[in-house]
């Protein structure tokens, strides 16, 4: 023994237990069944290993003497009506062994429902996975792609898109909606930007998730979000972030005007952004046409990311480029001026940059950045209104989640349908809950 390691002292039950468990002809199968896994009502059996294609236990279940069928429609206990023949139902396996319950269903003569099949509590009977089986798929499914949990477990895709498809129905019906103050809404496109979806989160300081999944971004779409929350919880909204799409705008302004509306700076830097890259593309084309020396040319990561984020290398390109009077870097330099705009306290000061921003921006000829400058002006309250919800709301939230979103989708190879899709987007950000389990399998 270790000198110094405490002892482990066994109590008398569970000494017990560990004889119970190994038997006398060592651990049983059935035995370990029992312990992480019992089934009230029902008893397993026979424990055969069959040599298909590939290895595979099966183990018997059969009903507990005496005991009476319930009723899968009603629940109720009823008398009996007959037997199905014996199907198997896959459960977890075990040393890359496929392990089925093999069980021949009871129908019931229910008083109140007619003829049903028998509930059983190892999972629904339409479904040839067992509940624990699919949650196990489901959990690896937040660690790997649908793809490669198919792969490890010797399954396919389709039974891993089920199992998650099951985790997700569970979770959302059984998810608490109370307390929701600040919800952030986004859009996403997918499919080479043919479709968009509107993701709604929560980003409260102490509960951030995906909270809704719609088609589309129309207003429409955000208007059954309200519908989906509900009026009471409506009004219990007191932030919402958005982006300056104007139908979002509508709908929050007619369904939640009593709330502080933010246009939040994930979506403000973004236009920004998108319109040097627009200066740009326009003035290396302009320069390539004019026989000019394309300095511009990969130029792009330079003038997009902030400047303590580039590299050794990129670092002195930066600077050489600066040095030129170029559309680019004068529009660069607008933007990274406006990063001060961020740091202000108050709302009024922050207001008196903002004109000034927009004034100097609106005479630098530069006109995609005219048109933010527009844009701005224009949404003016609502750019202000980020200094009012400050500390309440966490800033990097919406951002956080458009990145997870974005890289789901890449990852998502197989998600042909917008259904696929959404199960795999509430799957990984929906925060959901998962039902209370004897045993880990996993
Ligand atoms: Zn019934």
Not at 118 to 147: I, M
Not at 156 to 168: G, I, L, N
Request: with cysteine.
């Amino acid at each position: 023994m270790i000198r110094g390691a405490p002892r482990a002292r066994l109590r008398a039950v569970d000494v017990l237990k560990a004889q119970r468990l190994t038997g006398r002809n060592g651990v049983q199968l059935k035995s370990i069944l029992n312990r992480v896994q019992k089934q009230p009502g029902f008893v397993y059996g026979q424990v055969r290993l069959v040599e298909n294609v590939r290895l595979e236990l099966e183990i018997e279940v059969r009903p507990r003497v005496r005991s009476r069928a319930c009723c899968s429609g009603c629940g109720r206990k009823g008398p009996g009506y007959d037997r199905l023949p014996a199907r198997r139902f896959e459960f977890v396996p075990l040393w890359g062994i496929a392990v089925y319950l093999v069980y021949a269903l009871r129908r019931v003569n229910c008083r109140q429902c007619g003829v049903r099949v028998e509930a059983v509590p190892w999972g629904s009977g339409k479904r040839r996975l067992t509940d624990t089986y699919a949650w196990f798929l489901a959990r690896w499914a937040k660690r790997l792609s649908w793809t490669e949990v198919a792969a490890a477990f010797h399954t396919s895709w389709e039974k891993v898109y089920r199992a998650v498809e099951m985790a997700v129905e569970w979770g959302r019906a059984h998810q608490s909606l109370a307390g929701i103050e600040a919800i952030g809404i986004d859009e996403i496109q997918w499919q080479r930007g043919h479709r968009y979806l509107t993701l709604v989160y929560q980003i409260d300081e102490g509960c951030r998730r995906l909270l809704w999944i719609g088609q589309e971004r129309r207003v429409k779409t955000l208007l059954r979000f309200f519908r989906w929350l509900g009026k009471e919880r409506s009004k219990g909204l007191r932030f919402i972030c958005s982006d300056m799409w104007q139908p979002y705008l509508k709908v929050i302004a007619k369904k939640a005007g009593h709330a502080v509306h933010v246009l939040d700076r994930f979506h403000i830097m973004s236009i920004l952004s998108k319109a040097i890259d627009e200066v740009r593309a326009q003035e290396v084309k302009a320069l390539k046409e004019d026989g000019y020396e394309p300095h511009l040319k990969h130029a792009r990561w330079l003038l997009l990311k902030r400047p303590e984020n580039l590299t050794e290398k990129q670092e002195p390109r930066l600077a050489d480029l600066l040095r030129y009077n170029l559309r680019s870097v004068r529009a660069y330099l607008l933007k990274e001026d406006f990063q001060f705009f961020w740091e202000y306290r108050s709302p009024y000061w922050a207001g008196q940059f903002l004109d000034r921003w927009c004034t100097r921006t609106l005479r630098s000829r530069l006109e995609p950045m005219q048109k933010v400058a527009r844009t701005l002006r224009g949404h003016r309250p609502l750019i202000l209104n980020w200094f009012r919800a400050r500390g309440a709301i966490s800033s990097a939230a919406v951002e956080g989640f458009n990145n997870k979103a974005k890289l789901t989708m890449r990852k998502a190879y197989g998600f042909r349908t917008d259904r696929a899709m959404q199960v795999a987007l509430y799957h990984t950000l929906g925060a959901l809950p998962e039902p209370a389990a004897t045993h880990e399998f996993c």
